[in-house]
């Protein structure tokens, strides 16, 4: 990834990238021998998406392996798709994208400045549609899933113990897995089941980028973009209700009101083997939070229900037949 970086430098300085239609600039870096990827087949990527100020949008890497998705048709003139439609499986290389012309029928991203979109894409794996029927078809890259996850789950306590080490936490372990260590203390009793908790977050992957967090200074601290719709403010959920990460629940419940904690979880204690939008499955987390108030339950009230972002649980789809 440092040469690709490096070649985005180079491709801009030397004006090295040839030009698509609707105005895509690219440049393949690396250009293996096989068939260019069609709309409908399998392919795995990584991929590292960055604005014109150089800052990084959004990197699969951060998410612990590459994204799988079936090719679509290109939705218009020299959009990603078209530009995936030029790789073949091994290839990497860089699309610069304008943004004006990728978002036309579509608000921009939240905060977004500047006029290009560039993407360092590694096309892992593919598994061409063709003539197979959609149940080969879906068997196939159904397998290949398999093994990404196998990999994830072996890795996911290597990652847990360096990050535990690199960050120099004093982590105590409950017999569950969850790994904490309060770093603020604070005072009077801890919640219990049907206390709701009011709580500031911050999560992040084990690489250490941000995924979200409630407080708008952590975001502009680590260059998020902004989201206007983000309310920035804590969440409240009740204690022991289905459908919060088990990992908060059993966390909130050993700290008081006004404590800070860093909670690392096990992905069996966070979104599991379902994974959670960007969250890939067996991915470990690390939670920085604020537990800032507790709320003992109210009789007369209507019996709360887990919000609506994280860290409510992922519910498993139902399989279509």
Not at 16 to 25: A, D, F, P, W
Not at 188 to 206: E, H, I, M, Q, S
Not at 211 to 237: C, D, G, H, Q, W
Not at 251 to 256: E, K, R, S
Request: glycine share 10%; net charge positive; with cysteine.
């Amino acid at each position: 990834m440092f040469f690709a970086l490096a070649a985005i430098g180079l491709a801009s300085c030397n004006g090295g990238l040839k030009k698509g239609e609707g105005g895509m600039q690219y440049n393949i870096i690396t250009d293996k021998a096989g068939p260019s990827i069609k709309p409908g087949d399998f392919a795995s990527i990584n991929f590292i998406i960055k604005n014109d100020a150089d800052s990084v949008m959004a990197s699969s890497y951060d998410m612990g392996h590459p994204v799988p998705q079936i090719l679509q048709k290109p939705q218009s003139k020299g959009d990603i798709y078209a530009a995936l439609e030029l790789l073949s499986e091994g290839d990497s290389a860089i699309v610069k994208l304008n943004i004006d012309s990728i978002s036309k029928g579509h608000p921009k991203p939240p905060g977004f400045k500047g006029k290009y979109v560039t993407y360092v894409i590694k096309v892992e794996k593919v598994i061409a549609k063709g003539n197979l029927s959609d149940q080969v078809f879906a068997g196939r890259y159904t397998d290949y899933m398999k093994t990404l996850s196998e990999a994830s789950r072996k890795e996911e306590p290597g990652k847990i113990k360096k990050y535990i080490a690199d960050n120099n936490l004093k982590v105590t372990q409950t017999p569950s897995g969850l790994n904490y260590v309060i770093t603020k203390q604070g005072t009077g009793p801890k919640p219990v089941a049907g206390d709701t908790v009011v709580v500031n977050y911050t999560v992040r992957f084990l690489t250490g980028k941000i995924l979200e967090t409630s407080v708008k200074a952590e975001a502009e601290k680590a260059k998020l973009p902004v989201n206007p719709m983000n309310p920035y403010k804590p969440i409240r959920f009740p204690i022991g209700v289905k459908g919060m990460i088990k990992g908060w629940d059993e966390g909130m419940q050993l700290l008081n009101k006004g404590a800070t904690a860093t909670l690392v979880l096990p992905s069996d204690l966070a979104y599991g083997e379902q994974g959670y939008q960007q969250i890939q499955p067996f991915t470990p987390l690390a939670f920085d939070v604020e537990l800032v108030d507790i709320v003992p339950p109210n009789p007369n009230a209507p019996k709360p229900a887990a919000p609506a972002m994280m860290p409510a649980q992922a519910q498993p789809q139902p399989v279509k037949k």
